[in-house]
């Protein structure tokens, strides 16, 4: 990996996010040296409150928790962890822990299927806006580097030189070691859009506070057909 003398560091803790989890997931970034990035994800599962806690909760039983998970419905957002460690959503690529690769490698799991891309019909809010406002505070350009997300199923760009040294946004799809397919053809012209005129209509007056025992009979049952790892 080259070195980039760019990197910087932004918001550990998004405001307004919902903490989930005994709050932290990861260690320390391992390639520090390499400029922030974005990885995005979907659950391969529905939106809405109940599924927002069982998907919590068993990511966190699973081992695979990302940084933030959001409601692309409701604008509910969480976080596990401080952005600036790592997350659990990738798999290593080779002797590369993936997970580290960045001052920042940003874990984004989105309540939504891969095959219908949750830009077509979201209502992003006021979460969302500060999603993406932490999201630039670590350098991270208003880019794809690998190129549009690929349609759900299809094919992918996993190309490591990209990946090791271009900041931006990543599509699953697009890393390397990773054989998952989501998030599908999100539009990435609605995803910077939408932090810069955010809906009032997605409110989440009615979200339940989150039952952080990680015990619930729900999220220990369902097979859920996520994208993790």
Request: net charge negative; glycine share 10%.
């Amino acid at each position: 990996m080259t070195t980039d003398t760019s990197t910087q560091t932004g918001i550990e803790w998004i405001e307004g996010a919902e903490r989930l989890g005994p709050g932290v997931v990861g260690g320390p970034m391992e390639y520090s040296e390499q400029p922030a990035r974005v990885v995005w994800h979907t659950t391969e599962s529905g939106a809405g409150n109940t599924m927002f806690k069982e998907m919590a909760d068993y990511l966190l039983t699973q081992g695979v928790a990302p940084h933030v998970l959001y409601d692309p419905v409701t604008d509910r957002l969480g976080q596990f962890g401080p952005l600036g460690f790592k997350a659990k959503s990738l798999r290593n690529d080779g002797d590369i822990h993936t997970n580290g690769v960045g001052v920042a490698c940003i874990q984004i799991e989105v309540l939504a299927e891969a095959k219908r891309p949750f830009t077509d019909y979201w209502k992003p809010g006021p979460h969302f806006a500060k999603l993406m406002m932490a999201i630039r505070s670590w350098g991270v350009p208003d880019s794809f580097p690998a190129g549009n997300p690929p349609v759900f199923p299809g094919d992918s760009n996993r190309d490591r030189t990209t990946w090791n040294n271009e900041p931006g946004h990543y599509a699953h799809a697009n890393v390397p070691g990773n054989d998952h397919g989501d998030p599908g053809r999100i539009s990435t012209r609605e995803l910077f859009r939408a932090s810069e005129n955010p809906s009032t209509d997605a409110l989440v007056t009615n979200a339940a506070p989150l039952d952080n025992s990680h015990s619930s009979d729900a999220c220990n049952s369902r097979a859920f057909k996520g994208s993790f790892r």
